[in-house]
């Protein structure tokens, strides 16, 4: 992998491991249950990226720095607890950069395996909801991407803008950076102001007689 690519995911990876175990830390699970919940979700969207590219062992388990930023992320999770409850939505905040930076190095490393511009921003948009989906499931919620939040959306978003830059051959870690920025303003906006997408009509049964 090009350093670019390396530095995207390792940052995403570290980001979504805060995000995981920040969420391990708001539902009171103890020091075990936050390392699984950190590794879970810095990590199950590169697994699923690399298995579907045929990247096996997939560096999330075979490269000793991908688990070690995850566990680096625990631990200053765990250390620094008090601190996380009193943060607001941080999990969010968090989401939101971890879903931008995976959802880019998944573009990236798709198009570096040679896949088209619909696979890529397939596969990226795949390597950016993974880890907050497994996250999600572990603490028992609805995961962020089935609620009708802009989520699957905003990581498309992102990575349409890198497939964009690949194509008019703009340089790879400016497209990167920009496909990273739009991805995580438009779920950061969403976050704030709520925006969601259509949810269908609610069905009305006519009154009895009428």
């Given at each position: 992998?090009?350093?670019?690519?390396?530095?995207?995911?390792?940052?995403?990876?570290?980001?979504?491991?805060?995000?995981?175990?920040?969420?391990g830390?708001?539902?009171?699970?103890?020091?075990?249950?936050?390392?699984?919940?950190?590794?879970?979700?810095?990590?199950?969207?590169g697994?699923?990226?690399d298995?579907l590219?045929?990247?096996?062992?997939?560096p999330?388990?075979?490269?000793?720095?991908?688990?070690?930023?995850?566990?680096?992320?625990?631990?200053?999770?765990?250390?620094?607890?008090p601190?996380v409850?009193?943060?607001?939505a941080?999990?969010?905040?968090?989401?939101a950069?971890?879903l931008?930076?995976?959802?880019?190095?998944?573009?990236?490393?798709?198009?570096?395996?040679g896949?088209n511009?619909?696979?890529?921003?397939?596969?990226?948009?795949?390597?950016?909801?993974?880890?907050?989906?497994l996250?999600?499931?572990l603490?028992?919620?609805?995961?962020?991407?089935l609620?009708?939040?802009l989520?699957?959306?905003?990581?498309l978003?992102?990575?349409?803008?890198?497939v964009?830059?690949?194509?008019l051959?703009?340089?790879?870690?400016?497209?990167a950076?920009?496909?990273?920025v739009?991805?995580?303003?438009?779920?950061?906006?969403?976050?704030?102001?709520?925006?969601?997408?259509?949810?269908?009509?609610?069905h009305?049964?006519?009154?009895?007689?009428?």
């Open positions: 992998m090009s350093a670019s690519l390396i530095v995207f995911d390792l940052v995403g990876t570290f980001v979504f491991a805060l995000s995981g175990a920040t969420a830390a708001k539902h009171r699970l103890d020091l075990f249950g936050i390392l699984v919940l950190a590794f879970a979700a810095g990590n199950a969207g697994l699923i990226r298995v590219l045929g990247a096996t062992p997939p999330g388990i075979s490269d000793w720095r991908y688990i070690g930023v995850s566990l680096l992320a625990a631990l200053v999770t765990f250390r620094w607890a601190v409850d009193r943060l607001r941080p999990v969010l905040l968090l989401d950069a971890g931008s930076l995976f959802a880019v190095s998944g573009a990236l490393k798709a198009h570096a395996a896949l511009p619909a696979a890529v921003m397939l596969l990226g948009v795949l390597t950016g909801v993974g880890g907050g989906m996250r999600d499931v603490v028992s919620e609805v995961p962020a991407v609620r009708g939040e989520y699957a959306s905003a990581a978003a992102g990575t349409a803008v890198v964009a830059a690949q194509l051959e703009i340089p790879t870690p400016a497209g950076i920009a496909g990273a739009l991805c995580f303003a438009l779920r950061y906006l969403a976050i704030r102001r709520g925006w969601r997408l259509p949810f269908p009509r609610e009305s049964p006519r009154a009895n007689g009428s």
